[in-house]
Every structure is written in C-alpha cells, then in structure tokens.
C-alpha cells in the first residue's frame, strides 16, 4: 500500500517527537505514552464527531484493525524500513 508523502510527514513528526522524548532511555514508556495518546485522540475526534454510543463498538473495531494493520505492515517492513536499535 504506496502512503501519500503528506500522510508519511506527518507520521515521521510524531516519531520525530517520540525520539526526543524517549533520549533519557525511556523508550518503553514513551511507546505506550504514544498508543494511550492515539486512543484518548481518536475517542475525543470519535466523539466529537457525533459519534454515539450504538457506534462505539464498530469504531473500537475500526482502530483496532488500523493499528494491527500498521504494526503489520511496519513490521514487515511494507512502509520503509524500520531501524534497529544498536546494541
């Protein structure tokens, strides 16, 4: 799946932030800083949305596919290549 080179700059500005915050060696609670980040996001962009509470299991569903489907395909290494810490 080819991303738009928008959609890329935008991801690579998060990551670019998560490398800062994560230069005192706390990578790991930087990471799950990010996916509680994404979660709190979606639900306040679900819900302003008027999204209601019949839909908040297919959108639970929705982002649930779309992160699998990202760590996936960034896994396999389908977006660029992901580089490896040293060491």
Sequence with gaps: MAYPPEFLTLVDKFIDLA???AEDGQ???VSAAILFAAGRYNAFNFLS?????DDQAKAVEF???EYRKAIEQ????????VVR???
């Design 19 to 21: 490398n800062q915050l």
């Design 27 to 29: 990578d790991g609670e």
């Design 49 to 53: 949305n008027n999204g209601d509470a």
């Design 63 to 65: 982002y649930v596919s």
């Design 74 to 81: 960034n896994l396999e290494g389908v977006v660029g290549p």
């Design 85 to 87: 810490p040293q060491g």
